[in-house]
């Protein structure tokens, strides 16, 4: 290995998150300017491939279960200074998600047209849709290998290379956007079809990208060995991590799904100014989910080099920093928001749904910030269960019942909705805070105690 092992050590905050915050900017850019180039095609192709994309993001959460575990137990390994521990399990992970993303893309090709019609969207909409999913879900399997890898890297405190591969990765897809949407040069317009094939040739660099930099800073050469001989404890502790973590995830899709329907419900305007809106308000947390990413990659070193004070410490700094920048952020966008809003649209009836919703967006980020930030953390802490037990009772109990009444039952449509989502994200953020200052690390570490003394006894 030709890592220099004291710099696991000494890797600040701001040496793992500034990567990490360009790698999310272009990432959110390319889906931004993807939204921004189909509403100007169309606003029915782009609210297909809203609701496309949520359907697709549900399977990749399959994948986030290995990533998730991955980057916990490596990242406590190294800070254990277990080192050969976590090129085992950077082995292991690549092998398993190399079968959860061959299975997965199977799935969605042969099953997706019957998967996207439970959404009860119709005509051309469903139709650019279903496209979609055919196309980009034959590439999951490659954004299966690319999280994994990208986890092992990151890990590793290698976030620069993971960077460099999604600038890359990026420019290769708003080409062919640019290509598929404009008709430049006197080329066809192709519309979703065309930007459907400019990712599936992204995720193709992304993939042979990132196992050129695990062999070449790692100097661990990825094989098919590999793939057919993950270790049966790796993958135990894996899942272990990775599925409740992922059951948070998935609650929260499945969640966004329902409150779709009730989107749907209201009108097809109120859709189309829902979709800009998600791409808008990923801007204000962009920020959060980059600091979030670096603290808890430190957090995960600290309780595995079992400076517990320290992970504390870093947890309540760093909520302290998104918070604010989440409302500084949501604020400037609320300000100049009709401006912003005809950048997507003309159509007066989706920017005048759009307009109050992004004041409320002010209110919802600071708290979503507060979630997204000790979620986390707690998770790279070992408290795995807390954070998908009060996520299935905040997402369902609060944001689905409250988005009905709000939203349907006494028709505030979009903007009830939105208020709603944000009671759960302040409702589990508040819940987040308290488990954090409670320490749960320690509870881990005398259950351990107590079971090593059993067993001696």
């Known amino acids: 290995m030709n890592t220099d092992t004291s710099k696991f050590q000494d890797q600040t905050l701001f040496n793992i998150t500034w ?74 992970v690549f092998g398993l998600n190399f079968w959860f993303g061959l299975i997965i893309a199977v799935i969605v090709f042969l099953f997706g ?11 051309k909409v469903f139709d650019y849709g279903f496209i979609f999913v055919r196309i980009v879900g034959a590439s999951l399997f490659l954004e299966s290998l690319s999280l994994a890898l990208s986890a092992v890297l990151r890990s590793h405190g290698y976030t620069k290379e993971s960077m460099i591969v999604t600038v890359i990765m990026d420019l290769i897809s708003i080409g062919g956007n640019i290509l598929a949407t404009t008709g430049i040069m006197g080329l066809p317009i192709t519309g979703v079809i065309g930007v459907s094939w400019a990712m599936f040739a992204a995720r193709i660099f992304a993939v042979a990208a990132l196992i050129y930099f695990v062999y070449k800073r790692l100097s661990l050469k990825l094989t098919i060995k590999d793939i057919f001989h993950a270790k049966k404890e790796d993958v135990k502790s894996l899942l272990a991590i990775g599925i409740p973590s992922a059951g948070e995830n998935l609650s929260y899709q499945l969640s966004q799904l329902v409150i779709t329907g009730f989107v749907v419900a209201i009108g097809t305007s109120a859709l189309a100014s829902r979709i800009y809106l998600l791409n808008l308000s990923m801007i204000c947390y962009l920020f959060t989910l980059a600091i979030a990413q670096g603290t808890q990659l430190l957090v995960a070193r600290y309780i595995g080099g079992k400076q517990y004070e320290r992970a504390l410490r870093r947890g309540i700094k760093t909520l302290k920093i998104a918070m604010c920048a989440s409302f500084i952020a949501s604020l400037l966008l609320a300000l100049v928001g009709s401006p912003v809003l005809k950048l997507f649209t003309d159509n007066q009836e989706i920017i005048a749904i759009g307009l109050p919703v992004l004041w409320a967006i002010v209110v919802v980020e600071p708290g979503r910030a507060m ?3 000790l979620m986390s953390s707690l998770k790279s802490a070992g408290d795995v269960r807390f954070p998908v037990i009060i996520g299935i009772i905040s997402m369902w109990g609060v944001a689905v ?34 488990r954090w200052m409670t320490k749960p690390w320690e509870r881990k570490t005398l259950k351990i105690r107590t079971e090593v003394a059993k067993a001696s006894s």
Request: proline letters at 1%.
């Open 19 to 92: 990567p990490l915050l360009i790698e999310l900017t272009l990432h959110m850019g390319m889906g931004i300017m993807a939204t921004l180039m189909l509403s100007h095609y169309s606003d029915d192709a782009a609210s297909g491939v809203g609701v496309a994309n949520q359907l697709l993001n549900i399977f990749i959460l399959v994948f986030t279960v290995t990533s998730i575990g991955a980057t916990v137990l490596i990242s406590q390994n190294i800070g254990a200074k277990q080192y050969k521990k976590a090129r085992q399990l950077s082995r292991s």
């Open 113 to 123: 047209e019957h998967l996207l019609r439970l959404f009860d969207i119709h005509g």
């Open 371 to 373: 979630n997204i930030v």
């Open 401 to 434: 019942v409250l988005s009905y009444l709000l939203g349907v039952r006494f028709e505030l449509g979009l903007l009830g909705i939105w208020i709603a989502q944000g009671a759960d994200e302040w409702f589990r953020g508040s819940f987040a805070l308290r």
